[in-house]
């Protein structure tokens, strides 16, 4: 028997609409909830929630690209910014990092 086999009991407390919703999903997907917690953690730990951060922050770029090529937002401002650009720093501000 392997370390990475062995199995260890591990309390967690969930907020209770959090514990609702996975005893729901459990059940409808036939999957322990101690399986979709190991699994839950085990990615986290190998970096794959990153997949979800990396489409969100791809989502986000696109607007970007979509204001900056839009003809109405080149106007500029007093500032020498563009409204673009503006909008753009502003949007850049939601850009997720990864967890390191």
């Known amino acids: 028997m392997t370390r990475s086999s062995i199995k ?6 969930l907020p209770v609409k959090l514990d ?10 036939k999957v322990p909830k101690t399986k979709i917690v ?8 190998s970096g794959e929630d990153d997949l979800f951060n990396k ?3 791809e989502g986000l770029n696109e607007a970007m690209r979509i204001t900056r090529a839009n003809m109405g937002a080149q106007m500029k401002f007093p500032s020498g910014k563009s409204f673009a650009e503006l909008v753009c720093d502003d949007i850049s501000n939601y850009i997720r990092e990864k967890h390191e």
Request: neutral net charge; aromatic residues 12%.
């Open 8 to 13: 260890r009991a591990v309390l967690v407390y």
């Open 20 to 29: 609702d919703d996975l005893s729901k999903y459990a059940k409808i997907s």
């Open 55 to 57: 489409g969100f922050n």
């Open 38 to 45: 190991e699994e839950a953690v085990t990615m986290r730990l």
